[in-house]
Protein backbone atom coordinates (compact mmCIF):
# COMPACT_ATOMS: atom_id res chain seq x y z
CA UNK A 1 0.00 0.00 0.00
CA UNK A 2 1.27 3.54 -0.82
CA UNK A 3 1.75 6.59 1.36
CA UNK A 4 -1.06 8.45 -0.32
CA UNK A 5 -3.28 5.76 -0.19
CA UNK A 6 -2.55 5.11 3.74
CA UNK A 7 -2.99 9.03 4.26
CA UNK A 8 -5.99 9.00 2.13
CA UNK A 9 -7.64 5.55 4.51
CA UNK A 10 -6.12 7.52 7.69
CA UNK A 11 -8.17 11.18 6.48
CA UNK A 12 -11.10 8.47 5.77
CA UNK A 13 -11.42 6.56 8.68
CA UNK A 14 -10.15 8.90 11.58
CA UNK A 15 -12.62 11.77 11.72
CA UNK A 16 -15.14 8.83 11.70
CA UNK A 17 -14.06 6.75 14.40
CA UNK A 18 -13.26 9.87 16.36
CA UNK A 19 -17.16 10.77 15.59
CA UNK A 20 -18.23 7.62 16.93
CA UNK A 21 -16.30 8.30 20.31
CA UNK A 22 -18.10 11.94 20.15
CA UNK A 23 -21.86 10.62 19.96
CA UNK A 24 -20.87 8.21 22.77
CA UNK A 25 -19.31 11.15 24.91
CA UNK A 26 -22.36 13.56 24.17
CA UNK A 27 -24.75 10.23 25.65
CA UNK A 28 -22.35 10.16 28.48
CA UNK A 29 -22.08 13.83 29.30
CA UNK A 30 -26.09 13.97 28.63
CA UNK A 31 -25.95 16.35 26.16
CA UNK A 32 -28.09 14.32 23.52
CA UNK A 33 -31.12 16.50 24.90
CA UNK A 34 -29.68 19.99 24.63
CA UNK A 35 -28.36 18.89 20.71
CA UNK A 36 -30.51 16.50 18.84
CA UNK A 37 -29.30 17.43 15.57
CA UNK A 38 -26.20 17.85 16.50
CA UNK A 39 -26.25 14.05 17.88
CA UNK A 40 -27.98 12.82 15.13
CA UNK A 41 -25.59 14.41 12.17
CA UNK A 42 -22.75 12.70 14.27
CA UNK A 43 -24.60 9.21 14.29
CA UNK A 44 -25.23 9.64 10.98
CA UNK A 45 -21.50 10.29 9.68
CA UNK A 46 -20.61 7.52 11.07
CA UNK A 47 -23.70 5.41 9.82
CA UNK A 48 -22.74 7.03 6.24
CA UNK A 49 -18.88 5.91 6.66
CA UNK A 50 -19.08 2.57 7.45
CA UNK A 51 -22.09 2.04 4.20
CA UNK A 52 -19.36 4.08 1.95
CA UNK A 53 -16.45 1.90 3.68
CA UNK A 54 -18.51 -1.73 3.37
CA UNK A 55 -19.78 -0.73 -0.62
CA UNK A 56 -16.00 0.11 -1.27
CA UNK A 57 -14.32 -3.02 0.15
CA UNK A 58 -17.31 -5.57 -1.73
CA UNK A 59 -15.83 -6.63 -5.02
CA UNK A 60 -19.43 -7.32 -6.00
CA UNK A 61 -20.71 -3.30 -5.92
CA UNK A 62 -19.93 -1.24 -8.92
CA UNK A 63 -18.39 2.15 -9.11
CA UNK A 64 -21.82 3.81 -10.24
CA UNK A 65 -23.54 2.04 -7.04
CA UNK A 66 -20.89 3.74 -4.40
CA UNK A 67 -21.52 7.01 -6.75
CA UNK A 68 -25.36 6.39 -6.20
CA UNK A 69 -24.97 6.27 -2.64
CA UNK A 70 -22.09 8.31 -2.13
CA UNK A 71 -24.64 11.32 -3.81
CA UNK A 72 -27.85 10.41 -1.74
CA UNK A 73 -25.61 10.28 1.60
CA UNK A 74 -23.87 13.80 0.36
CA UNK A 75 -27.14 15.66 0.39
CA UNK A 76 -28.38 14.37 3.57
CA UNK A 77 -25.44 15.50 5.40
CA UNK A 78 -25.93 18.58 3.94
CA UNK A 79 -29.86 18.81 5.11
CA UNK A 80 -28.41 17.97 8.21
CA UNK A 81 -25.50 20.75 8.65
CA UNK A 82 -27.99 22.60 7.76
CA UNK A 83 -30.83 21.47 10.16
CA UNK A 84 -27.21 22.01 12.95
CA UNK A 85 -27.16 25.52 12.12
CA UNK A 86 -30.46 26.04 13.10
CA UNK A 87 -30.32 24.39 16.09
CA UNK A 88 -26.94 26.57 16.86
CA UNK A 89 -29.36 29.56 16.06
CA UNK A 90 -32.11 28.00 18.43
CA UNK A 91 -29.92 27.25 20.96
CA UNK A 92 -28.27 30.88 21.24
CA UNK A 93 -31.37 32.81 21.15
CA UNK A 94 -33.45 30.53 23.55
CA UNK A 95 -31.66 32.37 26.36
CA UNK A 96 -32.92 35.45 25.36
CA UNK A 97 -36.87 36.16 25.23
CA UNK A 98 -36.28 39.37 23.95
CA UNK A 99 -34.69 37.79 20.77
CA UNK A 100 -36.27 34.42 20.49
CA UNK A 101 -38.15 36.14 17.62
CA UNK A 102 -35.51 38.15 16.45
CA UNK A 103 -33.15 34.92 15.96
CA UNK A 104 -36.00 33.05 14.22
CA UNK A 105 -36.75 35.81 11.97
CA UNK A 106 -32.55 36.60 10.95
CA UNK A 107 -32.10 32.63 10.20
CA UNK A 108 -34.91 32.60 7.51
CA UNK A 109 -33.76 35.98 6.28
CA UNK A 110 -29.73 35.62 6.38
CA UNK A 111 -30.93 32.04 4.58
CA UNK A 112 -32.82 33.85 2.12
CA UNK A 113 -30.17 36.59 1.36
CA UNK A 114 -27.42 34.63 1.14
CA UNK A 115 -28.74 31.94 -1.17
CA UNK A 116 -29.66 34.80 -3.75
CA UNK A 117 -26.24 36.03 -3.78
CA UNK A 118 -24.65 32.60 -3.50
CA UNK A 119 -27.31 32.12 -6.67
CA UNK A 120 -25.67 35.41 -8.08
CA UNK A 121 -21.88 34.42 -7.53
CA UNK A 122 -22.06 31.16 -9.04
CA UNK A 123 -24.44 32.58 -12.07
CA UNK A 124 -21.64 34.80 -13.01
CA UNK A 125 -18.54 32.58 -12.24
CA UNK A 126 -16.48 30.79 -15.07
CA UNK A 127 -15.78 27.35 -14.76
CA UNK A 128 -14.01 24.34 -16.75
CA UNK A 129 -16.74 21.70 -16.06
CA UNK A 130 -18.35 20.01 -19.03
CA UNK A 131 -20.31 17.29 -17.46
CA UNK A 132 -23.71 18.04 -16.31
CA UNK A 133 -23.41 15.57 -13.32
CA UNK A 134 -20.36 16.88 -11.87
CA UNK A 135 -21.60 20.72 -12.94
CA UNK A 136 -24.79 20.54 -10.92
CA UNK A 137 -22.52 19.41 -7.71
CA UNK A 138 -19.98 21.82 -7.82
CA UNK A 139 -22.59 24.43 -8.09
CA UNK A 140 -24.84 23.24 -5.34
CA UNK A 141 -21.89 22.66 -3.41
CA UNK A 142 -20.84 26.47 -3.63
CA UNK A 143 -24.10 27.54 -2.54
CA UNK A 144 -24.69 25.38 -0.32
CA UNK A 145 -20.78 26.34 1.41
CA UNK A 146 -21.59 30.28 1.21
CA UNK A 147 -25.29 30.25 2.52
CA UNK A 148 -23.45 27.98 6.07
CA UNK A 149 -20.12 29.97 5.71
CA UNK A 150 -22.05 33.07 5.63
CA UNK A 151 -24.90 32.46 8.12
CA UNK A 152 -21.92 30.95 10.97
CA UNK A 153 -20.39 34.68 10.33
CA UNK A 154 -23.35 36.26 11.31
CA UNK A 155 -23.75 34.47 13.95
CA UNK A 156 -20.14 34.68 15.10
CA UNK A 157 -20.40 38.51 14.66
CA UNK A 158 -23.95 39.32 16.26
CA UNK A 159 -22.86 37.11 19.10
CA UNK A 160 -19.47 39.57 19.81
CA UNK A 161 -21.82 42.46 19.14
CA UNK A 162 -24.60 41.85 21.63
CA UNK A 163 -22.21 40.20 23.74
CA UNK A 164 -23.03 36.54 24.51
CA UNK A 165 -21.02 34.62 26.16
CA UNK A 166 -18.15 32.33 24.80
CA UNK A 167 -18.75 29.74 26.96
CA UNK A 168 -20.83 27.07 25.96
CA UNK A 169 -20.56 24.13 23.93
CA UNK A 170 -23.06 25.37 21.27
CA UNK A 171 -20.27 28.21 20.15
CA UNK A 172 -17.55 25.17 20.51
CA UNK A 173 -20.07 23.20 17.69
CA UNK A 174 -20.58 26.38 15.61
CA UNK A 175 -16.70 27.62 15.30
CA UNK A 176 -16.01 23.49 14.43
CA UNK A 177 -18.94 23.52 11.47
CA UNK A 178 -17.31 27.19 10.79
CA UNK A 179 -13.73 26.02 10.06
CA UNK A 180 -14.98 23.55 8.11
CA UNK A 181 -17.61 25.32 6.13
CA UNK A 182 -14.91 27.97 5.28
CA UNK A 183 -12.49 25.35 4.10
CA UNK A 184 -14.75 23.78 1.81
CA UNK A 185 -15.79 27.03 0.37
CA UNK A 186 -12.23 27.72 -0.64
CA UNK A 187 -12.05 24.06 -2.43
CA UNK A 188 -15.20 24.49 -4.14
CA UNK A 189 -14.24 27.61 -5.33
CA UNK A 190 -11.41 26.36 -7.05
CA UNK A 191 -12.97 23.33 -7.96
CA UNK A 192 -15.38 25.23 -9.97
CA UNK A 193 -13.04 27.28 -11.50
CA UNK A 194 -10.02 24.50 -12.20
CA UNK A 195 -12.55 21.31 -12.83
CA UNK A 196 -13.17 18.92 -10.46
CA UNK A 197 -9.94 16.33 -11.46
CA UNK A 198 -7.89 19.49 -11.02
CA UNK A 199 -5.38 18.88 -7.87
CA UNK A 200 -7.92 16.09 -6.91
CA UNK A 201 -5.91 14.05 -4.48
CA UNK A 202 -4.38 17.32 -2.81
CA UNK A 203 -7.89 19.22 -3.00
CA UNK A 204 -9.86 16.37 -1.27
CA UNK A 205 -7.02 15.90 1.41
CA UNK A 206 -7.55 19.26 2.52
CA UNK A 207 -10.95 18.96 3.11
CA UNK A 208 -10.63 15.25 4.98
CA UNK A 209 -7.90 16.14 7.07
CA UNK A 210 -10.09 19.57 7.96
CA UNK A 211 -12.73 17.79 8.77
CA UNK A 212 -10.43 15.82 11.37
CA UNK A 213 -9.56 18.65 12.83
CA UNK A 214 -12.70 20.25 12.71
CA UNK A 215 -13.90 16.42 14.55
CA UNK A 216 -11.32 17.53 17.08
CA UNK A 217 -11.97 20.54 17.78
CA UNK A 218 -15.87 19.35 18.53
CA UNK A 219 -14.06 16.33 20.84
CA UNK A 220 -12.01 18.89 22.80
CA UNK A 221 -14.62 21.68 23.35
CA UNK A 222 -17.15 19.09 24.55
CA UNK A 223 -14.29 17.45 26.80
CA UNK A 224 -13.62 20.17 29.00
CA UNK A 225 -16.48 21.53 31.24
CA UNK A 226 -18.95 24.43 30.53
CA UNK A 227 -16.83 27.75 31.82
CA UNK A 228 -19.25 28.88 34.39
CA UNK A 229 -19.40 32.91 34.89
CA UNK A 230 -18.83 34.47 38.34
CA UNK A 231 -21.90 34.41 40.43
CA UNK A 232 -22.92 38.01 41.66
CA UNK A 233 -23.60 36.56 45.04
CA UNK A 234 -20.31 35.48 45.61
CA UNK A 235 -18.98 38.72 46.17
CA UNK A 236 -21.67 41.66 45.49
CA UNK A 237 -21.50 44.70 48.09
CA UNK A 238 -17.33 44.58 47.26
CA UNK A 239 -17.88 44.28 43.25
CA UNK A 240 -20.95 46.71 43.47
CA UNK A 241 -18.45 49.63 45.44
CA UNK A 242 -15.88 49.30 42.64
CA UNK A 243 -18.58 49.87 40.10
CA UNK A 244 -20.16 52.82 41.89
CA UNK A 245 -16.60 54.46 42.32
CA UNK A 246 -16.40 53.83 38.70
CA UNK A 247 -19.32 55.68 37.79
CA UNK A 248 -18.76 58.24 40.48
CA UNK A 249 -15.60 59.28 39.25
CA UNK A 250 -17.01 59.55 35.35
CA UNK A 251 -19.47 62.08 37.39
CA UNK A 252 -16.78 64.63 38.54
CA UNK A 253 -15.14 64.64 35.34
CA UNK B 1 -12.17 34.53 -11.72
CA UNK B 2 -12.86 37.68 -10.22
CA UNK B 3 -15.96 35.51 -7.93
CA UNK B 4 -13.25 32.73 -7.82
CA UNK B 5 -11.09 35.34 -6.09
CA UNK B 6 -13.91 36.76 -4.01
CA UNK B 7 -15.09 33.12 -2.72
CA UNK B 8 -11.88 32.76 -2.00
CA UNK B 9 -11.10 35.52 0.18
CA UNK B 10 -14.44 35.51 1.99
CA UNK B 11 -13.20 31.81 3.25
CA UNK B 12 -10.07 33.16 4.21
CA UNK B 13 -11.62 36.31 6.12
CA UNK B 14 -14.41 33.73 7.37
CA UNK B 15 -11.67 31.48 8.38
CA UNK B 16 -9.55 33.67 9.92
CA UNK B 17 -12.71 34.82 12.04
CA UNK B 18 -13.68 31.62 13.46
CA UNK B 19 -10.02 30.96 14.28
CA UNK B 20 -9.55 34.70 16.45
CA UNK B 21 -13.06 33.24 17.94
CA UNK B 22 -12.04 30.24 18.88
CA UNK B 23 -9.21 31.53 20.87
CA UNK B 24 -11.93 33.75 22.76
CA UNK B 25 -13.75 30.80 24.22
CA UNK B 26 -11.36 29.87 26.74
CA UNK B 27 -10.95 33.87 27.46
CA UNK B 28 -12.46 34.57 31.12
CA UNK B 29 -15.57 37.35 30.86
CA UNK B 30 -14.20 40.87 31.63
CA UNK B 31 -14.78 41.18 36.16
CA UNK B 32 -17.32 44.11 37.28
CA UNK B 33 -14.37 46.65 37.92
CA UNK B 34 -12.99 46.03 34.23
CA UNK B 35 -16.61 46.78 33.38
CA UNK B 36 -17.17 49.68 35.36
CA UNK B 37 -13.53 50.95 33.74
CA UNK B 38 -15.14 51.25 30.44
CA UNK B 39 -17.89 52.70 31.41
CA UNK B 40 -19.04 56.24 28.98
CA UNK B 41 -20.95 59.26 30.59
CA UNK B 42 -23.59 59.82 27.91
CA UNK B 43 -25.48 63.33 28.60
CA UNK B 44 -29.02 62.55 27.92
CA UNK B 45 -30.45 65.99 27.67
CA UNK B 46 -27.80 67.20 25.60
CA UNK B 47 -28.86 64.18 23.12
CA UNK B 48 -32.63 64.97 23.71
CA UNK B 49 -31.78 68.70 22.62
CA UNK B 50 -29.79 67.44 19.47
CA UNK B 51 -32.39 65.53 18.17
CA UNK B 52 -34.94 67.40 19.36
CA UNK B 53 -37.83 68.18 16.67
CA UNK B 54 -38.64 71.79 17.82
CA UNK B 55 -34.88 73.21 18.10
CA UNK B 56 -34.30 71.65 14.57
CA UNK B 57 -37.43 73.52 13.08
CA UNK B 58 -36.09 77.08 15.35
CA UNK B 59 -32.46 76.41 13.55
CA UNK B 60 -34.06 75.79 10.34
CA UNK B 61 -36.14 79.09 10.08
CA UNK B 62 -33.43 81.66 11.75
CA UNK B 63 -30.56 80.33 9.58
CA UNK B 64 -29.77 80.59 6.20
CA UNK B 65 -30.34 77.28 4.33
CA UNK B 66 -26.34 76.17 4.00
CA UNK B 67 -25.65 77.34 7.19
CA UNK B 68 -28.32 74.99 8.34
CA UNK B 69 -27.53 71.72 6.59
CA UNK B 70 -23.47 72.45 7.82
CA UNK B 71 -25.08 72.68 11.36
CA UNK B 72 -27.40 70.30 11.25
CA UNK B 73 -24.61 67.63 10.15
CA UNK B 74 -22.67 68.60 12.73
CA UNK B 75 -25.26 68.12 15.34
CA UNK B 76 -26.34 65.05 13.57
CA UNK B 77 -22.92 63.28 14.19
CA UNK B 78 -22.65 64.41 17.50
CA UNK B 79 -26.22 62.79 18.73
CA UNK B 80 -24.23 59.73 16.69
CA UNK B 81 -21.25 59.68 19.35
CA UNK B 82 -23.93 59.92 22.17
CA UNK B 83 -25.69 56.50 20.58
CA UNK B 84 -22.59 54.87 20.30
CA UNK B 85 -21.82 55.74 23.67
CA UNK B 86 -25.27 54.47 24.81
CA UNK B 87 -24.86 51.29 22.70
CA UNK B 88 -20.95 50.59 24.28
CA UNK B 89 -22.51 51.03 28.02
CA UNK B 90 -25.79 48.65 26.68
CA UNK B 91 -22.98 46.33 26.10
CA UNK B 92 -21.29 46.52 29.21
CA UNK B 93 -24.62 46.61 30.94
CA UNK B 94 -25.15 43.47 29.24
CA UNK B 95 -22.24 41.82 30.62
CA UNK B 96 -23.62 42.39 33.91
CA UNK B 97 -26.62 41.27 33.57
CA UNK B 98 -25.55 37.70 32.23
CA UNK B 99 -23.70 37.53 35.21
CA UNK B 100 -26.72 38.45 37.43
CA UNK B 101 -28.99 35.78 35.57
CA UNK B 102 -26.70 32.83 37.57
CA UNK B 103 -26.84 34.38 40.63
CA UNK B 104 -28.26 32.15 43.57
CA UNK B 105 -30.71 34.78 44.45
CA UNK B 106 -33.40 34.86 42.60
CA UNK B 107 -34.76 38.50 42.86
CA UNK B 108 -31.33 39.20 41.28
CA UNK B 109 -32.01 36.31 38.55
CA UNK B 110 -35.07 38.13 38.01
CA UNK B 111 -33.34 41.82 37.82
CA UNK B 112 -30.42 40.26 35.71
CA UNK B 113 -32.85 39.06 33.38
CA UNK B 114 -34.84 41.95 32.75
CA UNK B 115 -31.67 44.20 32.07
CA UNK B 116 -30.24 42.21 29.59
CA UNK B 117 -33.51 41.83 28.06
CA UNK B 118 -33.40 45.67 27.78
CA UNK B 119 -29.98 46.20 27.24
CA UNK B 120 -30.09 43.69 24.10
CA UNK B 121 -33.02 45.51 22.90
CA UNK B 122 -31.26 48.96 23.08
CA UNK B 123 -27.90 47.79 21.54
CA UNK B 124 -29.96 46.68 18.36
CA UNK B 125 -32.31 50.03 18.60
CA UNK B 126 -29.08 51.67 18.50
CA UNK B 127 -27.64 50.23 15.51
CA UNK B 128 -31.01 51.14 13.36
CA UNK B 129 -30.95 54.50 14.91
CA UNK B 130 -27.38 55.35 13.95
CA UNK B 131 -28.50 54.28 10.28
CA UNK B 132 -31.55 56.74 10.40
CA UNK B 133 -29.10 59.32 11.68
CA UNK B 134 -26.54 58.92 8.98
CA UNK B 135 -29.30 58.67 6.53
CA UNK B 136 -30.71 62.53 7.72
CA UNK B 137 -26.70 63.56 7.50
CA UNK B 138 -26.60 62.25 3.76
CA UNK B 139 -30.51 63.77 3.82
CA UNK B 140 -30.45 66.86 6.07
CA UNK B 141 -34.10 67.34 4.61
CA UNK B 142 -35.87 63.78 5.87
CA UNK B 143 -37.33 63.77 9.07
CA UNK B 144 -36.49 60.49 10.63
CA UNK B 145 -36.58 60.87 14.59
CA UNK B 146 -34.60 57.89 16.52
CA UNK B 147 -37.69 58.04 18.50
CA UNK B 148 -37.74 56.03 21.63
CA UNK B 149 -34.24 55.64 22.15
CA UNK B 150 -34.10 57.87 25.28
CA UNK B 151 -37.13 55.73 26.67
CA UNK B 152 -35.27 52.43 26.15
CA UNK B 153 -32.15 53.85 27.65
CA UNK B 154 -34.08 55.20 30.90
CA UNK B 155 -35.48 51.75 30.94
CA UNK B 156 -32.51 49.39 30.59
CA UNK B 157 -30.92 51.88 33.16
CA UNK B 158 -33.55 51.54 35.44
CA UNK B 159 -32.79 47.88 35.25
CA UNK B 160 -29.31 48.65 36.28
CA UNK B 161 -30.25 50.41 39.07
CA UNK B 162 -32.98 47.95 40.38
CA UNK B 163 -29.79 45.27 40.22
CA UNK B 164 -27.51 47.41 42.06
CA UNK B 165 -30.51 48.47 44.66
CA UNK B 166 -30.91 44.12 44.83
CA UNK B 167 -27.64 43.74 45.70
CA UNK B 168 -26.97 46.61 47.83
CA UNK B 169 -29.78 48.80 48.54
CA UNK B 170 -28.38 52.25 49.60
CA UNK B 171 -25.94 52.48 46.26
CA UNK B 172 -27.89 51.02 43.67
CA UNK B 173 -29.89 54.20 42.24
CA UNK B 174 -26.30 55.62 41.89
CA UNK B 175 -25.96 53.43 38.30
CA UNK B 176 -28.76 55.30 36.63
CA UNK B 177 -27.67 58.59 37.53
CA UNK B 178 -24.49 58.12 36.13
CA UNK B 179 -25.31 56.16 32.92
Not at chain 1, 5 to 14: E, K, P
Not at chain 1, 71 to 76: C, E
Not at chain 1, 164 to 179: E, Q, R, V
Amino acid sequence: MTAPRLLFLYLWIAPHALQAVLAAMMIHRKLVRKFPVFFTYTVYEVVQFLVLFTIDHLDSASADQYTSVWLAGGAISIVLRFAVVHEIFSNVFQSYPALQEFGGVLFRWATVVLMLVAVMLVAYSSGSEVNRLTLSLTIIDRIVNIIQCGLLVLLILLARFLSFPWTSYTFGIALGLGFFASVELGISALRAQYGVLAEHNLLTNISMATYHCCVLFWIATLLRPERERPRLSSAPNHNLEHWNNALQRLLHQ
Amino acid sequence: MTITLLSILFAVVALFLFVLRSIGIGRVPMDEAELSEQIRAVDLDAFQNLTDSDEEEYLRTNLPAAEFRVIQRQRLRAAIEYVGGVSHNAGLLLQLGQTARRSSDPRVVEAGRNLVDNALRLRLYSVLAICKLCLRIAFPGTLLQPAGIVDRYQQMTEGAAQLGRLQSPSRGALISRTL
